[in-house]
């Protein structure tokens, strides 16, 4: 940040001031209390922490990258490890010590981030009032997806009640819910609605988003990553339904990939390979415990690149495009989006070959095996025709290259007015922009801190 850019930051308020100040009151009680009160000892301390930090470390690396006798005991030492580093605290009488400073470690951290609050942008997305109901509804229903919650919470009568036509996905054969909600939409339907995993979500909100016509997420899924997004209620599908009723349309982005829609994120290399074999659905941590050695040692996948922009990912072992951006650097998709409609795709690629290359990517985004950006638009090629890709976590194989880009705005959800809402986003902690907090108004346009 130059000069004129800190003449021209916000001060904060009186608050995020003195909490910055505070934080950096519990980091130097935290790094004096250690030579204070353990003397020459803390030599030693620090030492053995650091010692089980890279034990521990590479101990993981090992359990996720090894098969076999090796892995189990990797996973041994991991476990094992932190109980070692605490029986030689102990027996130099070091505990109090540690656990006092590990407590001013966690308050600085806390009212660091308490004093970087104040400086989130708007995280809300804009709520548009409905301008007319909703006079044929129309949900497609899957019995069978998160275990049965469409039987285990009444929502087919409950639809019914609200004046919705109800399909629900009960025989053995595979439907082409898009055909069906296409058919919906001929026969006069004026909203379509899912409940089901974010699959099908994308599927029908591909035909709603084509037809202007408003979308309803139930959240029946297994995790409703997208539904958590928008702020719905998974823990009571049926509060969805409140939105046929009592309902705010959303504007938001959608995700395409080889002319399909995904709605969360499409993945290739390792995360794909994952997804794409047979057991994944059963047993999804035991397959990736399986498959995940091979990926990590090169051993399994095509050799993939990717032009994001114009900015170029060479040889990504796990490659992450989503709609819009991931609360952190997410190579799972398992984070939270602080908002739908920002207009770009969220990119995570992963290089991981070895134990250090690990430990590079525990450091976060400036790792050098991780690389976290935005695009407009992102080309994925590989050295064969057709690679496996994971789209809202269904396995499809698409031709090279693959093209991936955002439509903004292209769909209206309608969401119940009182649902729970989505979780403000945790700032992350910039250092500068405390110390700047809490020299103010010291520190002003470069001048002394």
């Not at 505990?95 to 590990?102: K, Q």
Request: charged share 20%; aromatic share 6%.
């Amino acid at each position: 940040m130059t000069a004129a850019e800190v003449g021209q930051e916000r001060p904060g308020t009186a608050g995020q001031r003195w909490l910055a100040r505070l934080a950096g009151l519990f980091a130097a009680a935290a790094i004096v209390i250690v030579p204070v009160f353990a003397e020459l000892r803390s030599l030693a301390m620090l030492a053995v922490g650091l010692a089980g930090v890279a034990i521990s470390v590479a101990s993981a690396y090992l359990f996720l990258a090894r098969r076999g006798l090796l892995r189990w005991l990797s996973l041994a030492v991991f476990a094992l490890t932190p109980v070692a580093v605490i029986v030689v605290y102990a027996f130099y009488s070091l505990i109090w010590v540690a656990a006092v400073s590990a407590a001013c470690w966690l308050l600085a951290a806390a009212t660091s981030r308490l004093a970087l609050a104040g400086d989130r942008e708007d995280w809300r997305m804009p709520e548009h009032p409905v301008s007319r109901p909703a006079a044929r509804p129309f949900l497609i229903m899957n019995p069978k997806s998160g275990g049965g919650k469409v039987t285990r919470f009444d929502l087919q009568p409950k639809a019914a009640a609200l004046g919705a036509e109800v399909f629900l996905m009960s025989g053995p054969e595979q439907v082409d819910v898009a055909a069906v909600a296409r058919a919906a939409v001929a026969s006069g339907a004026d909203l379509l609605g899912v409940a089901g995993g974010d699959g099908t979500q994308a599927l029908v909100a591909e035909v709603a988003a084509e037809h202007g016509l408003p979308f309803v997420v139930i959240t029946a899924g297994t995790r409703n990553h997208f539904a958590l997004d928008l702020g719905l209620d998974r823990d009571d599908p049926a509060a969805c339904l409140t939105a046929l009723s009592d309902g705010v349309d959303l504007r938001v982005d959608l995700g395409v990939i080889g002319g399909r829609v995904f709605v969360n994120n499409a993945s290739f290399g390792a995360y794909a390979e994952i997804v794409e074999t047979p057991a994944y659905r059963g047993d999804k941590l035991g397959t990736t415990l399986d498959v995940l050695p091979s990926l990590l040692q090169g051993h399994r996948g095509a050799r993939l690149a990717a032009l994001a922009d114009d900015k170029q990912i060479t040889a990504p072992q796990a490659l992450l495009i989503s709609n819009n951006r991931y609360g952190s650097a997410d190579i799972a998709g398992l984070n939270r989006r602080v908002r739908l409609d920002g207009g770009v795709l969220g990119v995570v690629g992963v290089t991981v070959s070895s134990a250090n290359d690990a430990v590079r990517l525990l450091r976060g985004s400036r790792s050098g095996g991780l690389t976290v950006l935005v695009a407009k638009e992102v080309t994925v090629t590989a050295d064969t025709p057709r690679i496996p890709v994971g789209v809202d976590g269904e396995a499809v194989s698409l031709p090279t290259p693959v093209v991936c880009g955002i439509r903004p705005g292209a769909l209206r959800v309608r969401v119940p007015r009182g649902r729970p809402g989505a979780t403000p986003p945790e700032p992350p902690v910039n250092f500068a922009r405390l110390r700047r907090l809490a020299c103010w108004p010291f520190w002003q346009g470069g001048g002394p801190g």
